[in-house]
């Protein structure tokens, strides 16, 4: 059991712990709602995860290389509605067209926050904080205060979110769902396996050693950000085919959530280490305890978001704590050994 | 002549300047806006933000940010309602919304300091927590009603035209002026935001100064608070929400470093007129909030990308230094 804990990564390590908070939660929230362990619970989950996860994973990215993306509820309210606005005025425009539209938008939001972090060297977080303002009075200019509502969209776009790609006993796997996941697996791959990937974490952890190593962190940073822009327009496109009605407040808030979700995934917010896995698992922790927290007899529907708070400064408090004591235990482990190596070295020239 | 130079290539000469500029145009625009009257106005309708930037400015300076200030806001002013209306006298109602205050920042400074989560990611989880206990408060009513005195506080003039809470505001700064400038502790600030490790090998207590900073911001977030209260004269959940946006552009604005260990009040103070003044004068141009709100955004990222674009054409426009021979 030691020698497996000594094996393990502090990350997988997460990520078990991670999953088993989530049981957790399932296995409480069991006892105490009527019909929990209904398909409709993952189902409602996954549909609201899907948009989440997106915004997450780009989150992730970001803050791997020691960054943070303040923007992102603002891009998701401009390319819904811009996206939205598309639709309406070409009703007969190809499917992959508009959701590539909503990318591209997203990605050029991305691609001004990341000239002026990557090159104009400004501190990201005073560049999203202002991009964050600035994208909504884009909105707001260009809509004019007028909002979009689900009679205008065309029938493809609002059945979307209730598309079933298949079915595993009655659980439906959806194909926002699907693809949320693909994007996150495809994430994933890329931040393990390939050489690029490594380099983000290596520009988060000492940017300045990253230089050395003739890693171009600017292009990396840059990257980075362009990959959430282009994700936050995604998640635009799902935000307006889920909710239909898209208003200038659409999005609002988002930044913040995605940040929890990726503090809450593992993702060290001073840069450098994490996994986008992590940020899932930290959007379907956050998505389900919102969830349940609304079925839950117990609390009222205003104790929710003070529940909610509280909620996610303790599981980054476990998390903080356990892996303190993980990383205490194993360093202490590792110098009784050399300790002993040491002693049993020195009694045999004793002996000799 | 060095002196009246370093002064005017500063940061805050850079800002005096804008402000300089603001202002001329805003006089332009019309004649009521250099009034006494109208400067007072101004100050009044941001009064709580600015009260909070000023603390804002030493938590900055000391390489942490505080996010649940607004929440904390909302919180004291539903709390206080909330007592009002459990017929709770409203001087012992405002104490007990003081004392709040400063648990909301003891809470926050716990997790910051005993338990070691990055202040980031505490005041963002509490920008939540607190806010989610103001509606447990308040549910979705709106309270009002209160006591003539309690309203006037914000919304009279006290002192000649100068209502209240400018009074709070200028006893504020003094204060944490004179502690951020002057005092031992005001140096740990600055040590401490330059790099945590030599001041905590020089013998400063690192966690302390920390934890003193964010129980003030959780009072001086409790006073905004209830002034906002006084002014608007009733209360609701979501009062003062995404105010900590602007009152950390305010900060930045000012020329605080958002890595720690740079920055003055006097920056601040000005970074809040320049704001004050460009809503103004947008205002009298009949440009809305929303606009108001973007271009304040540019203007935040400006400010630092201005001094960047300086210093990176000065390397190529520089004329060669001589050689010594």
């Known amino acids: 059991m030691l020698g497996l804990l000594d094996r393990v990564s502090p990350q997988v390590l997460r990520i078990g712990a991670l999953v088993a908070v989530i049981l957790l939660i399932l296995a409480f929230f069991g006892t105490q709602i009527d019909n929990y362990y209904d398909p409709r619970l993952f189902v409602r989950i996954s549909t609201s995860v899907a948009i989440m996860a997106l915004i997450a994973v780009g989150q992730a990215l970001v803050v791997i290389t020691r960054n943070i993306d303040l923007s992102v509820g603002s891009v998701v309210g401009f390319t819904a509605y811009a996206t939205g606005n598309l639709v309406i005025a070409h009703p007969d425009l190809n499917p992959l067209f508009v959701v590539l539209y909503a990318i591209l938008v997203g990605a050029g939001f991305g691609v001004v926050n990341g000239v002026l972090v990557a090159y104009a060297k400004i501190p990201s977080i005073i560049v999203t904080l202002g991009t964050l303002a600035l994208y909504r009075t884009l909105l707001v200019d260009y809509s004019g205060a007028k909002s979009i509502t689900t009679g205008d969209l065309p029938a493809w776009i609002v059945e979307l979110p209730r598309i079933n790609l298949f079915s595993i006993g009655g659980i439906d796997i959806r194909v926002t769902f699907a693809v949320a996941v693909l994007v996150v697996i495809v994430a994933h791959l890329a931040l393990t396996r390939l050489r690029v990937g490594r380099m983000f974490y290596a520009v988060g952890s000492n940017p300045d050693a990253a230089v050395m190593a003739g890693i171009n962190s600017a292009r990396v940073i840059f990257t980075a950000f362009l990959i959430s822009g282009a994700l936050a327009g995604l998640a635009g496109f799902m935000f307006l085919s889920r909710f239909g009605n898209i208003t200038v407040v659409a999005g609002l808030g988002f930044e913040l959530k995605s940040v929890a979700a990726v503090v809450v995934g593992g993702v060290n917010i001073f840069g450098g280490s994490g996994t986008v896995i992590g940020t899932l698992l930290g959007a379907i922790l956050v998505d389900l305890l919102e969830t349940s927290l609304v079925r839950w007899q117990l609390v009222s529907e205003f104790w929710r978001e003070a529940v909610l708070g509280f909620l996610i400064l303790l599981s980054v408090a476990a998390d903080t704590i356990l892996m303190r004591k993980l990383l205490d235990f194993r360093q202490k482990r590792a110098r009784a050994e050399a300790k002993a190596g040491a002693e049993a070295t020195a009694s045999r020239q004793a002996a000799e | ?325």
Not at chain 2, 95 to 116: K, Q, S
Not at chain 2, 186 to 191: D, E, S, T
Not at chain 2, 234 to 251: H, P, Y
Not at chain 2, 265 to 281: A, C, D, P, Q, Y
Request: glycine residues 10%.
């Open chain 2, 1 to 325: 002549m060095a002196r009246l130079k370093s002064i005017l290539f500063s940061w805050e000469g850079f800002l005096l300047a804008i402000l300089v500029v603001t202002i001329v145009i805003n006089a332009s625009l019309s004649p009521a806006f250099l009034t006494v009257n109208n400067q007072i106005n101004l100050f009044q309708l941001s009064i709580e933000k600015i009260i909070v930037a000023l603390i804002m400015t030493l938590i900055i300076i000391s390489g942490e940010i505080d996010l649940s200030v607004a929440s904390v806001m909302g919180l004291a002013a539903c709390t206080f309602g909330w007592l009002f209306q459990l017929g709770v006298p409203a001087p012992a109602a405002c104490l007990i919304v003081l004392v709040l205050g400063l648990a909301c920042g003891a809470f926050n400074a716990f997790w910051i300091t005993r338990v070691g989560i990055p202040s980031l990611v505490v005041t963002l989880a509490m920008l939540i927590g607190y806010r989610g206990l103001a509606r447990v408060l308040v549910e979705d009513r709106g309270i009002g009603g209160f006591p003539a005195w309690f309203n006037a506080l914000g919304q009279q003039p006290l002192i000649g035209p100068f209502p209240f809470a400018m009074l709070v505001f200028v006893v504020l700064f003094a204060i944490l002026l004179f502690v951020l400038q002057f005092s031992a502790f005001g140096r740990k600030v600055y040590v401490i935001g330059n790099n945590r490790d030599v001041a905590a090998f020089s013998g400063v207590d690192v966690n302390r100064v920390k934890a003193t900073l964010f129980i003030a911001s959780g009072l001086i977030s409790a006073i905004a608070g209830l002034l906002y209260a006084a002014r608007v004269g009733a209360i609701r959940g979501d009062m003062a929400s995404g105010f900590e946006l602007d009152i950390i552009t305010i900060v930045l604005l000012g020329g605080v470093s958002i890595f720690g260990g740079k920055g003055s009040l006097f920056g601040t103070l000005l970074s809040i007129l320049i704001v004050l003044n460009i809503r103004n004068g947008m205002a009298l141009s009949n440009i809305t909030g929303h606009i108001q709100t973007g271009v304040i955004g540019i203007l935040l990222i400006a400010s630092v990308l201005v001094p960047n674009m300086k210093a990176y054409l000065g390397k190529y426009l520089a004329p060669a230094k001589p050689q010594p021979e």
